[in-house]
């Protein structure tokens, strides 16, 4: 079953971001992963508590798979990137899907 990881955030250093979108990608898509969503691109159609900058929704084919990428040894350091370019940040690893 597929898994989903729901991840918000701000860019605080586009430059330093754009290296870690560049580098994460394959990163991702060697764990199966693809982006559902790329930021931006939300809207709200009711409510409005919650006010995220930018929303990303990334889909791997199982849980394993999405944690294997998220412990694997490569991705660690751009975990320091990412933090090191982004504030607010709330990440999410959903239940599996149907």
Same mark, same amino acid.
């Given at each position: 079953? $597929?898994?989903?990881?729901?991840?918000?955030? #701000?860019?605080?250093?586009?430059? #330093?971001?754009?290296?870690?979108?560049?580098?994460? /990608? $394959?990163?991702?898509? #060697?764990?199966?992963?693809?982006?559902?969503?790329?930021? /931006?691109?939300?809207?709200?159609?009711?409510?409005?508590?919650?006010?995220?900058?930018?929303?990303?929704?990334?889909?791997?084919?199982?849980?394993?798979?999405?944690?294997?990428?998220?412990?694997?040894?490569?991705?660690? $350091?751009?975990?320091?990137?990412?933090?090191?370019?982004?504030?607010?940040?709330?990440? !999410?690893?959903? !239940?599996?899907?149907?």
């Amino acid at each position: 079953m $597929p898994a989903y990881l729901v991840v918000e955030h #701000k860019i605080t250093d586009a430059a #330093k971001f754009d290296e870690y979108r560049i580098a994460v /990608g $394959p990163m991702i898509a #060697k764990h199966g992963g693809r982006y559902l969503t790329k930021g /931006g691109s939300h809207k709200f159609p009711e409510g409005g508590h919650w006010l995220p900058e930018r929303v990303v929704i990334i889909e791997f084919p199982t849980m394993d798979a999405l944690n294997a990428w998220y412990t694997s040894p490569e991705y660690q $350091p751009l975990i320091a990137l990412r933090k090191s370019c982004t504030s607010d940040l709330d990440m !999410l690893i959903t !239940l599996e899907g149907a």
